[in-house]
Protein backbone atom coordinates (compact mmCIF):
# COMPACT_ATOMS: atom_id res chain seq x y z
CA UNK A 1 0.00 0.00 0.00
CA UNK A 2 1.32 3.60 -0.82
CA UNK A 3 0.18 6.27 1.25
CA UNK A 4 0.38 10.08 -0.41
CA UNK A 5 0.41 12.44 1.93
CA UNK A 6 1.55 15.63 2.82
CA UNK A 7 1.81 15.75 6.63
CA UNK A 8 1.85 14.09 9.66
CA UNK A 9 -0.49 15.29 12.77
CA UNK A 10 -0.13 14.24 16.21
CA UNK A 11 -3.63 13.97 17.54
CA UNK A 12 -2.74 13.45 20.87
CA UNK A 13 -1.49 15.02 24.32
CA UNK A 14 1.83 15.05 26.51
CA UNK A 15 0.90 12.63 29.47
CA UNK A 16 1.75 14.56 32.64
CA UNK A 17 0.11 16.12 35.57
CA UNK A 18 -2.10 18.48 33.73
CA UNK A 19 -3.26 16.31 31.08
CA UNK A 20 -7.35 16.19 30.28
CA UNK A 21 -9.20 13.67 31.56
CA UNK A 22 -12.67 12.60 32.76
CA UNK A 23 -13.59 12.90 36.69
CA UNK A 24 -12.59 11.26 38.91
CA UNK A 25 -9.82 10.20 37.22
CA UNK A 26 -6.61 10.86 38.67
CA UNK A 27 -3.37 13.18 37.62
CA UNK A 28 -0.64 11.18 36.50
CA UNK A 29 2.34 11.20 38.77
CA UNK A 30 5.81 11.19 36.93
CA UNK A 31 8.59 10.16 39.19
CA UNK A 32 12.52 10.29 38.49
CA UNK A 33 13.39 6.47 39.02
CA UNK A 34 17.08 7.68 38.15
CA UNK A 35 19.28 10.51 37.60
CA UNK A 36 22.14 11.32 35.32
CA UNK A 37 23.65 13.49 38.14
CA UNK A 38 23.55 10.38 40.61
CA UNK A 39 23.07 7.22 38.50
CA UNK A 40 24.79 8.09 35.51
CA UNK A 41 21.57 7.49 33.23
CA UNK A 42 18.12 8.69 33.56
CA UNK A 43 15.31 7.06 33.95
CA UNK A 44 11.20 7.87 35.15
CA UNK A 45 8.52 5.88 36.29
CA UNK A 46 4.83 6.97 36.09
CA UNK A 47 1.88 6.00 37.65
CA UNK A 48 -1.39 7.18 35.50
CA UNK A 49 -4.69 5.07 34.74
CA UNK A 50 -5.13 3.60 31.47
CA UNK A 51 -7.77 6.17 30.87
CA UNK A 52 -6.07 9.14 31.25
CA UNK A 53 -5.06 11.82 28.30
CA UNK A 54 -5.46 10.52 25.49
CA UNK A 55 -6.30 6.76 25.25
CA UNK A 56 -7.90 4.49 23.82
CA UNK A 57 -11.13 1.86 25.52
CA UNK A 58 -11.55 -1.51 24.96
CA UNK A 59 -14.67 -3.29 25.03
CA UNK A 60 -13.47 -5.56 28.27
CA UNK A 61 -14.43 -1.75 30.04
CA UNK A 62 -18.26 -2.81 29.94
CA UNK A 63 -18.33 -6.29 29.02
CA UNK A 64 -17.08 -9.55 30.69
CA UNK A 65 -14.58 -11.43 28.42
CA UNK A 66 -14.55 -8.45 26.24
CA UNK A 67 -11.11 -7.84 24.42
CA UNK A 68 -8.32 -6.27 26.16
CA UNK A 69 -6.36 -3.24 24.90
CA UNK A 70 -3.53 -5.78 23.98
CA UNK A 71 -6.08 -8.19 22.24
CA UNK A 72 -7.77 -5.32 19.81
CA UNK A 73 -6.81 -6.34 16.63
CA UNK A 74 -4.07 -4.39 14.59
CA UNK A 75 -6.53 -4.23 11.58
CA UNK A 76 -8.81 -1.89 13.80
CA UNK A 77 -6.02 0.57 14.42
CA UNK A 78 -4.77 1.75 10.84
CA UNK A 79 -7.03 2.98 8.12
CA UNK A 80 -9.12 5.40 6.23
CA UNK A 81 -10.54 8.34 8.59
CA UNK A 82 -13.91 10.59 7.96
CA UNK A 83 -13.60 13.63 10.59
CA UNK A 84 -16.78 14.47 11.50
CA UNK A 85 -16.91 18.71 12.81
CA UNK A 86 -19.82 19.54 14.98
CA UNK A 87 -18.08 22.58 16.84
CA UNK A 88 -19.89 25.12 14.49
CA UNK A 89 -23.53 23.93 15.99
CA UNK A 90 -22.91 22.30 19.40
CA UNK A 91 -22.17 23.78 22.43
CA UNK A 92 -20.85 22.39 25.73
CA UNK A 93 -23.87 20.05 27.39
CA UNK A 94 -25.22 18.85 24.08
CA UNK A 95 -25.40 15.69 22.38
CA UNK A 96 -24.36 14.68 18.55
CA UNK A 97 -27.48 12.62 18.05
CA UNK A 98 -28.71 10.32 14.95
CA UNK A 99 -30.27 13.35 13.15
CA UNK A 100 -26.75 15.08 13.32
CA UNK A 101 -25.12 12.32 11.87
CA UNK A 102 -28.04 12.03 8.71
CA UNK A 103 -27.76 15.76 8.13
CA UNK A 104 -23.78 15.26 8.00
CA UNK A 105 -24.24 12.45 5.73
CA UNK A 106 -26.55 14.58 3.33
CA UNK A 107 -23.90 16.86 2.80
CA UNK A 108 -20.77 15.29 3.19
CA UNK A 109 -21.21 11.58 1.66
CA UNK A 110 -22.00 8.44 3.34
CA UNK A 111 -19.67 7.10 5.78
CA UNK A 112 -17.25 4.04 4.20
CA UNK A 113 -17.70 0.61 5.98
CA UNK A 114 -14.48 -0.01 7.85
CA UNK A 115 -14.00 3.55 8.36
CA UNK A 116 -12.42 5.37 11.17
CA UNK A 117 -14.75 7.75 12.24
CA UNK A 118 -13.34 10.91 14.54
CA UNK A 119 -15.90 13.99 16.09
CA UNK A 120 -14.86 17.78 16.31
CA UNK A 121 -17.22 18.91 19.40
CA UNK A 122 -14.55 21.78 20.03
CA UNK A 123 -14.33 20.78 23.29
CA UNK A 124 -10.39 20.95 23.14
CA UNK A 125 -10.82 24.84 23.50
CA UNK A 126 -11.72 24.16 26.68
CA UNK A 127 -9.25 21.59 28.02
CA UNK A 128 -7.34 23.37 30.83
CA UNK A 129 -10.91 25.08 32.19
CA UNK A 130 -13.30 23.24 34.56
CA UNK A 131 -15.71 22.58 32.23
CA UNK A 132 -13.92 20.19 29.49
CA UNK A 133 -14.43 17.20 32.06
CA UNK A 134 -17.87 18.63 33.40
CA UNK A 135 -20.08 20.11 29.88
CA UNK A 136 -18.52 18.06 27.11
CA UNK A 137 -19.92 17.39 23.88
CA UNK A 138 -20.97 13.53 23.28
CA UNK A 139 -22.69 10.80 21.30
CA UNK A 140 -26.28 10.25 22.11
CA UNK A 141 -27.44 6.77 22.27
CA UNK A 142 -29.35 6.76 18.93
CA UNK A 143 -26.33 8.43 17.24
CA UNK A 144 -23.74 5.55 18.47
CA UNK A 145 -26.62 2.86 17.63
CA UNK A 146 -26.56 4.62 13.60
CA UNK A 147 -22.56 5.07 13.65
CA UNK A 148 -22.67 0.94 14.40
CA UNK A 149 -25.05 0.33 11.55
CA UNK A 150 -22.53 1.64 9.07
CA UNK A 151 -19.68 -0.50 9.78
CA UNK A 152 -17.03 1.56 11.57
CA UNK A 153 -14.14 0.11 13.12
CA UNK A 154 -13.22 2.79 15.50
CA UNK A 155 -14.71 5.84 16.98
CA UNK A 156 -12.80 9.13 18.71
CA UNK A 157 -13.79 12.46 19.68
CA UNK A 158 -11.58 15.69 20.77
CA UNK A 159 -13.67 15.72 24.43
CA UNK A 160 -13.18 13.52 27.68
CA UNK A 161 -15.96 10.84 26.66
CA UNK A 162 -17.54 9.49 23.80
CA UNK A 163 -21.05 9.67 25.87
CA UNK A 164 -22.98 12.75 26.19
CA UNK A 165 -23.30 14.69 29.86
CA UNK A 166 -26.41 13.78 29.97
CA UNK A 167 -25.46 9.95 29.54
CA UNK A 168 -23.56 9.91 32.33
CA UNK A 169 -24.17 9.32 35.99
CA UNK A 170 -25.88 11.36 37.82
CA UNK A 171 -27.31 12.62 34.95
CA UNK A 172 -27.88 9.35 33.73
CA UNK A 173 -29.29 6.33 35.88
CA UNK A 174 -26.97 3.64 34.37
CA UNK A 175 -23.95 2.83 32.62
CA UNK A 176 -23.07 4.97 29.57
CA UNK A 177 -24.94 4.16 26.73
CA UNK A 178 -22.87 5.52 23.86
CA UNK A 179 -20.21 2.87 25.52
CA UNK A 180 -22.31 0.25 25.96
CA UNK A 181 -23.56 0.34 22.46
CA UNK A 182 -19.72 1.05 20.43
CA UNK A 183 -18.33 -1.53 22.92
CA UNK A 184 -20.64 -3.80 22.33
CA UNK A 185 -20.14 -3.95 19.00
CA UNK A 186 -16.81 -4.64 19.40
CA UNK A 187 -15.60 -0.44 18.55
CA UNK A 188 -13.32 0.46 20.57
CA UNK A 189 -12.97 4.44 21.22
CA UNK A 190 -10.35 6.48 21.84
CA UNK A 191 -10.95 10.13 23.74
CA UNK A 192 -9.39 13.78 24.59
CA UNK A 193 -7.54 13.88 20.72
CA UNK A 194 -6.33 16.85 20.12
CA UNK A 195 -5.69 19.10 17.12
CA UNK A 196 -9.00 17.67 14.99
CA UNK A 197 -9.44 21.17 13.78
CA UNK A 198 -6.06 20.99 11.51
CA UNK A 199 -7.57 17.91 10.06
CA UNK A 200 -9.61 17.75 6.75
CA UNK A 201 -12.94 15.35 6.45
CA UNK A 202 -10.64 12.31 4.78
CA UNK A 203 -7.32 10.92 5.89
CA UNK A 204 -4.79 7.73 6.62
CA UNK A 205 -5.09 7.48 11.00
CA UNK A 206 -2.58 5.21 12.82
CA UNK A 207 -3.51 4.51 16.27
CA UNK A 208 -1.08 3.11 18.74
CA UNK A 209 -2.24 2.19 22.14
CA UNK A 210 0.41 0.92 24.67
CA UNK A 211 0.10 -2.95 24.46
CA UNK A 212 -0.68 -3.57 28.00
CA UNK A 213 -1.90 -6.79 29.34
CA UNK A 214 -5.52 -7.08 31.13
CA UNK A 215 -5.98 -3.79 30.43
CA UNK A 216 -9.55 -1.51 30.00
CA UNK A 217 -7.62 1.43 28.51
CA UNK A 218 -4.54 2.67 28.02
CA UNK A 219 -2.50 5.63 26.96
CA UNK A 220 -2.49 6.62 23.11
CA UNK A 221 -0.48 7.91 20.26
CA UNK A 222 -2.52 8.73 17.28
CA UNK A 223 -0.88 10.41 13.91
CA UNK A 224 -3.17 11.36 10.69
CA UNK A 225 -1.49 11.47 8.10
CA UNK A 226 -3.35 14.16 5.52
Not at 197 to 217: C, D, E, M, N, W
Request: proline share 7%; aromatic share 8%; net charge negative.
Amino acid sequence: MHLDFQDVLDLSYVVDEKSPCELPIDPAKIYDQATLEKDGYFESRIDTSGHYSTHMDAPCLMYPGGATIAEIPKEKLTGNAILMDFSAIKKPNDAVTAEDIKAWIAENGEIPEDSIVFIRTGMDRFVYQDNFNREWIGFSEDAAELLVEKGIKVIGTDACSIDSVAGHPPLHDGLPPAHLVFLGAGIPHVEDLCNLSQLPTHFYVVIAPLKLARSSGAPTRVFAFV
